[in-house]
């Protein structure tokens, strides 16, 4: 069984920075994909950056480009997502989820493609 382990979230003040964690665990296969996704109140969740195992090919949505980075440690079974220039449209709970993807060129980054998903971290940005 796959196990998400998320960490990082917090407050911040517009501007700043937030760094969050995703360690995957209880899978043995090599080759997957970890996306972050977020839920803000009354919102739908909408995948927000995604990461392939395979060649590291990634998505991120229109309103974080620039903004936000997501990179993966393989040795760890760890991807992290910087967030730099917050804004309080940023604001949700973030979730991490896995799949198994074997391919490359590209990220999936649908949620109802994800099987596992981690439960969740607040991010607050707010003066």
């Known amino acids: 069984q796959v196990q998400l382990v998320e960490s990082g979230g917090g407050l911040v003040q517009p501007g700043g920075s937030l760094r969050l964690s995703c360690a995957a665990s209880?899978?043995?296969?090599?080759?997957?994909?970890i996306g972050w996704f977020r839920q803000a109140p009354g919102k739908e969740r909408e995948g927000v950056s995604c990461?392939?195992?395979?060649?590291?090919?990634?998505y991120y949505t229109a309103p974080v480009k620039g903004r936000f980075t997501i990179s993966r440690d393989n040795a760890k079974n760890t991807v992290y997502l910087q967030m730099n220039s917050l804004k309080p449209e940023d604001t949700a709970v973030y979730y991490c989820?896995?799949?198994?993807?074997?391919?490359?060129?590209?990220?999936?980054?649908?949620?109802?493609?994800?099987?596992?998903w981690g439960q969740g971290t607040q991010v607050t940005v707010s003066s």
């Open positions: 989820a896995f799949k198994r993807w074997g391919g490359s060129g590209w990220a999936p980054c649908g949620q109802y493609e994800y099987n596992y």
């Open positions: 209880g899978f043995s296969y090599n080759y997957y994909a």
């Open positions: 990461i392939s195992s395979t060649d590291g090919s990634t």
